[in-house]
């Protein structure tokens, strides 16, 4: 896996990742596709909103359908039909997040399907085994997502417990060309653990580097000042991954202080309540005021779901519960975030990713607090 | 509205119906989109897939969005952006399955929101007004779905005060070149209350006519019994078309039986469930011998949802409740339903419609017990 970069412009940098599934311009913004699909968009939705890269997750594949039956039956890129790259989560944060009941120990976690109570074990390597019979093009190593708020001493022996993790996943990790193996800085909110984290890491050697326990209720100027202490511990020509970040703003101040490339549910998650992100901030299409607003989302938008759709039948399909509500607000906030990401790259190109900023500032801050 | 018949196979016919929206090939199915979308699809899927009509409801859009509201905002083809022929029924039948309280007198009917509880009336001038305002292609008179089984004499008075209904929704409608109001012919299982019922309409003149009132329990024997009265009771020159049904084989015997237009749910509701439609015969992708089954649903199928995806990936799909399966399960039916009336229309051409329905029957038969 190969990492070319561009430019530069003080901390951001734009550039381009060639896997074995294609090209990744970065910045990127990697739609999340958890059981095999982008939730209400077709594969053929997601080339023609421009998506580069999705999201796979370990956890949620493993139960259902499992890995060796993906295995079986080609791979997660044939079983869903997307040739493009995939990045899988190793299942560590869902694991916490999800399952019923979990048993940590130095060897894995032990725990209990959230669909059926099955009980499963998840080590590193066998996250490292499933994530390579699903087939991901960028393989996560698997960590212990430190919970927030977490004293120094409890982040402290979280993060070295995802060092040592981080090294068996290595070591269970098999090399292909146009594939990659990722680490992930924990540490929680404190810069020392950040470091000795990034520094360990480092030693062991990864494809690329993601900054994990972060947007779990910290705040964005927690977020910033940790990412201002990390980076410069993180190795300058590997990509960086800012991982389940953000809503837009979270993301351009991250990439200002470079980041290369983030996942996050918010645009898929929200678009199913009505939540769609435009260029004149974030609407809730089920506002009373949209139900006779003949105007379209953008005019001059480049899908269909942005210039053919009223904001009335929007709102009307949200309201009625209608797939097809749905299916377009998904696409058209997957839209905003990839063409969002363009833009972004084009600012740094330009050396104007300040004002994109500003710019997006004025119009996000005070939709944000309503999202 | 233009009717004209093309080629005739004993009591079948091929035509096409030219309108204000386009013209319709007939025989044909029509796929119901209940709330201003067929549930499931885009405009540019129902073109893929080459449906040419597509049925709105009275009962759902009167209640939301509201018949005056699609008004303002340019009718129900600019609502839901698809330019081609709609026809819309008059509410008669969710008025009596749906709304929770109702009092039918010689007015009309009133009843109360199955969303809301708010109170509704509706009549033949609300009913025909309410599908002017939409901008139905197809408007349909406002009647009475006689419950089954009913004896002669409730069936009679439901079907005469049909009929008076049926005059007073002719009286109410609007005509306009490219536009037409349809007559429905009631009377429950009754040859000489389905004879009075269509010669009643005959005299006040549509420019097609409806069979109403089956498909509610009766059985396929009976139901095409009915048929067989009432075809020859029905103008040759004007389109017919049997409501809600149905069955693949229930709609090649009714096309057998000189009927030129079908709707039903089956194929859409029964895609969100994981029922499909294939050559080989109706199957059930949640069945768990398709969770290995690495084949398409068919290789040589003129849409991606047939080619390109597994019937494992289906099935993984409608197990895990992905709208990705109800996208895709729905593209298959309602490709299937606009193919086996390409079918059927070529058959009749050829004079070999008896073989299709044979060939059909052999695949169907089994099946359609288990729908």
């Known amino acids: 896996m ?41 594969v053929d939705d997601l080339k023609e909103i421009g998506a580069e890269i999705i999201l796979g997750n370990t956890y949620h594949l493993m139960l259902r359908p499992g890995a060796e039956r993906v295995e079986r039956l080609g791979g997660l890129h044939k079983f869903m039909n997307w040739d493009g790259p995939i990045l899988t989560d190793s299942g560590g944060f869902q694991v916490m997040s999800l399952s019923k009941i979990r048993k940590i120990t130095e060897a894995g976690v032990k725990f209990q399907s959230h669909i059926d109570g099955t009980e499963y074990m998840l ?23 430190t919970p927030f708020p977490a004293t120094h001493d409890v982040a402290r022996e979280s993060m070295e417990l995802s060092l040592r993790w981080a090294k068996r996943s290595k070591d269970a990790y098999v090399e292909r060309p146009g594939y990659g193996l990722f680490g992930i800085v924990q540490g929680s909110v404190y810069e020392d653990l950040r470091r000795i984290s990034a520094e360990g890491l480092k030693a062991i050697g990864f494809d690329g580097m993601a900054i994990g326990g972060l947007a779990v209720g910290e705040g964005q100027d927690m977020m910033f000042k940790t990412l201002e202490h990390t980076v410069p511990h993180l190795p300058t020509d590997k990509p960086r991954y800012l991982m389940g970040v953000g809503k837009p703003l979270d993301i351009i101040g991250a990439v200002m202080r470079g980041v290369d490339m983030f996942d996050c549910v918010l645009p898929t998650r929200n678009a199913r309540n009505g939540q769609i992100f435009t260029k004149q901030g974030a609407i809730n299409i089920t506002n009373a005021k949209y139900a006779d607003d003949a105007s379209v989302i953008d005019p001059n938008g480049g899908i269909s779901a942005l210039t053919k759709y009223s904001k009335a039948y929007l709102h009307h399909l949200i309201k009625a519960n209608e797939i097809l509500g749905c299916m377009l607000c998904t696409r058209i906030n997957i839209y905003f975030y990839v063409n969002m990401m363009r833009e972004i790259r084009a600012a740094i190109a330009a050396g104007q990713l300040e004002e994109y900023y500003e710019g997006m500032r004025k119009v996000f801050v005070k939709e944000e607090a309503e999202m």
Chains 1, 2 share one sequence.
């Open 2 to 42: 190969k990492f070319t970069i561009h430019k530069t412009s003080g901390s951001a940098r734009t550039g381009v990742i060639e896997t074995a599934h294609g090209a990744i311009q970065t910045p990127v913004f990697m739609p999340v596709g958890t059981a095999a699909t982008v939730k209400a968009l077709s």
């Open 123 to 145: 080590s590193p390597e066998r996250s490292i085994e499933i994530q390579h019979k699903l087939g991901a093009t960028i393989t996560m190593i698997f960590d212990e997502c």
